[in-house]
């Protein structure tokens, strides 16, 4: 039976363990981290996210643990910059504001009840090939003075987000480039906030970005939430981070003060940091080591891809490999298919993203060109339903006019 380590027990590698092992492959994984517990803000789902969450038949408990949100709508002054409705390119389309932990917990509790082996505290550092398989090095961070033990699988998955080490030993060209903007962000709980189904957000020029995206149920508090971003360059992480809560309140406080006092209300509120970086590799494999998720193509969060994008890389592999399962060479195959087939759908979306991410997080002053271009687009329904596909994670390409998530 073939055996496949998994590096990585995030979105991208459970998705995998999970396809994987119902398609009869032994598989191990792998999490640095010992105590998976219940971090990160709220994602968006796409309706591709939710096609490849349904393939994986956890689409109803996702549901359940999400809020729907039908429309991004974002204003610049009293100016409507940003009006997407996702019912305008199909009536049955709309998307999933979850908890990062809820759908993490989902994933991680069907690998688990298919008897999927996580090692918990146990981080892949290095690895080598040879023909018939792959050795690698795991350090037990649990245990005094790390304990490293060597493994051996006829493959590797790294999957180990944006940060990865991994991708490094790997001879594929490659580029990590962090972006010089991020973002503070916390989960709020409230049961009356008067937009439960729109992502809002207000800009000041491109400067300035407040987004409330409606987050399903808190794991923490059992409570409907929702996740705040605000957006600032890193150089400014310092100076918020010795002002506080209260200096965050008082910059909010102009652009969007009902928000500001949802914050000052709220108690025992914890603000963390978002960072991001464009991460591009030539390939996606090389012979019997495979890259996928962040640590393949990270990407701005400015079009709520990245999750969604992890999910589809799982489903293609599995694709992949139940073509070439009898296949005495299935990995190399199953890989090198895999390079080729998401190749177009990530360029797109790292392009797009890297195109449109200066437009809402940069000094520059160009905020008016995102204003005008989605306003002229909101007007030209063509336009307006290539917007609306690229949100949706559909395309594959910029000339991909009538996409469709079948096709993914
Ligand atoms: C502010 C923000 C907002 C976002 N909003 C959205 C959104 O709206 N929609 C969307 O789709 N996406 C969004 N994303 C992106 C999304 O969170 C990521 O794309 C997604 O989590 C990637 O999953 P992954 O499994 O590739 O990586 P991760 O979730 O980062 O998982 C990697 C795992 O590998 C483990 N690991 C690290 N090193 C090792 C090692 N050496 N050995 C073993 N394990 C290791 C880590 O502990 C972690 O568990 C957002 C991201 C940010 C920062």
Redesign the pocket.
């Known amino acids: 039976m073939t055996q496949i380590a998994i ?7 459970l998705a995998a363990a999970i396809h994987l092992t119902r398609l009869g492959i032994q598989v191990a994984v ?4 010992s105590d998976p517990t219940p971090v990160g ?1 709220g ?3 796409q309706p591709s ?1 939710q096609a490849m969450l349904a393939e994986l038949g956890l689409l109803d408990t996702i549901q359940a643990k999400a809020s729907r949100v039908d429309s991004l709508e974002g204003y610049s002054g009293n100016w409507k910059a940003l009006n997407l409705h996702y019912q305008r390119v199909n009536p049955e389309w709309y998307g999933l504001g979850i908890h ?1 932990a809820s759908l993490h917990h989902t994933l991680w509790q069907c690998a688990i009840e298919l008897g999927v082996p996580i090692h918990l505290g146990q ?3 290095a690895f080598e090939q040879d023909e018939q398989g792959v050795c690698f090095t795991v350090n037990d961070v649990r245990l005094p003075l790390h304990r490293v033990d060597n493994h051996r699988a006829d493959a590797l998955i790294i ?4 940060r990865s080490h ?1 991708r490094d030993q790997l001879p594929i060209p490659q580029s990590h480039r962090p972006y010089p903007w991020g ?1 503070f ?1 916390a989960v709020l709980d409230k049961d009356d906030w008067p937009y439960p189904h729109i992502l809002m957000q207000r800009y000041r020029g491109a400067q300035v970005m407040l987004g409330v995206l409606p987050s399903g149920i808190n794991p923490r508090t059992g409570k409907q939430c929702y996740s705040l ?1 605000w957006s600032l360059p890193k150089s400014a992480f310092g100076e918020y981070k010795t002002q506080g809560i209260q200096g965050l309140i008082q910059r909010i406080a102009p652009i969007w003060p009902e928000v500001a006092q949802w914050l000052s209300d709220a108690r025992d509120t914890q603000i963390a940091i ?1 960072e ?1 970086a464009d991460v591009r590799l030539q390939s996606y494999h090389h012979q019997r080591v495979l890259v996928m ?3 393949a193509h990270a990407m701005s ?1 400015q079009l ?5 994008m ?1 999910l589809i890389d799982a489903s293609v592999l599995a694709k992949l490999w139940s073509i070439n399962a009898a296949n005495s060479e299935a990995v190399l195959e199953t890989f090198a298919q895999f390079s080729q087939r998401r190749r177009r759908q990530i360029a797109y979306y790292q392009m797009a993203s890297k195109f449109m991410t200066p437009l809402y997080q940069s000094n520059y002053p160009i905020a008016w060109l995102r204003d005008i271009g989605t306003s002229i687009g909101n007007r030209i329904p063509p336009v307006y339903r290539q917007y609306l596909l690229t949100l949706c994670g559909a395309k594959q390409g910029i000339f991909d006019l009538n996409a469709r998530i079948d096709d993914l």
């Open positions: 590096a990585g027990a995030g979105i991208a590698g792998f999490e640095h981290v803000a994602l968006l789902l996210g990062r981080g892949v550092s999957a180990n987000g944006t991994l973002a962000w971003f978002a991001y998720g962040d640590a969060p709520g891809q990245g999750a969604n992890a």
